[in-house]
């Protein structure tokens, strides 16, 4: 089992609708999740982060955290064309030094 | 104002060469670190150093060196580069090892003739 999974997609939406993009981690003791978007030729850029189970919410986005499910999601609500990128999920795991995991990333396109 | 800097930005050099990229971030923070992207676009940390001290060190070939002058520059030395290692290269850094990489550098892609 990989350590982070994503659906690699490619996702399509149409312009204004919600998007959603999910991700599993294997390391019961990971405590930290992160998402990331990045855009064809360009370095990642962190969109948010979840510590606690629930939801966070900043801006058009939420994410979304279940650690007794080991998922983390992460919800574009009205999306624009201007989100169409790959979507990294990425973990901490404190059992090994806190280094980072990321998912293979999941490839969103927001059609207009 | 750069918040973390790579240079150079491509890198395109022969089988068996000894190369650098250089890293340096404005930021003040603790944790900087080396990864690789390949071709099919997964991340994989290579390594991640706190206040100039390696803490992690991934399954790398020894051919690949960091090294650390001060905790605001982390440059990655590759000895006898190999077809494989043609990827791009991210520098990153954050606050705290528990941050996890807040900041990216532009990224060096490296071709390995």
């Known amino acids: 089992q990989k350590e982070v999974e994503q659906n690699s997609g490619p996702l399509s939406v149409p312009e204004g609708a919600i998007a959603s993009l999910n991700c599993t981690y294997s390391d019961r003791g990971s405590q930290s999740f992160f998402w990331y978007r990045q855009y064809s030729g360009k370095s990642p850029e962190l969109i948010m982060f979840i510590y606690s189970n629930g939801d966070k919410e900043d801006g058009r986005f939420t994410a979304q955290l279940n650690k007794a499910s080991q998922y983390v999601s992460l919800l574009i609500r009205d999306s624009q064309p201007s989100d169409s990128a790959t979507y990294l999920c990425a973990v901490i795991r404190p059992r090994y030094n806190n280094d980072m995991r990321f998912g293979a990333g999941t490839r969103l396109t927001v059609k207009p | 104002d750069t918040a973390v800097s790579q240079t150079p930005k491509y890198l395109v050099t022969q089988m068996g060469n000894d190369k650098s990229i250089k890293c340096e971030q404005n930021l003040g923070h603790d944790t900087m670190y080396w990864y690789k992207q390949d071709s099919k676009k997964f991340l994989k940390i290579m390594f991640s150093y706190n206040n100039k001290e390696l803490i992690i060190n991934e399954t790398v070939p020894n051919r690949f060196s960091p090294k650390s002058p001060d905790k605001a520059h982390l440059n990655l030395h590759i000895n006898s580069l190999e077809l494989g290692d043609s990827a791009v290269y991210f520098c990153?850094?954050?606050?705290?090892?528990?941050?996890?990489?807040?900041?990216f550098g532009p990224g060096t892609r490296l071709t390995v003739l």
């Open positions: 990153a850094s954050s606050q705290d090892g528990l941050a996890g990489p807040g900041f």
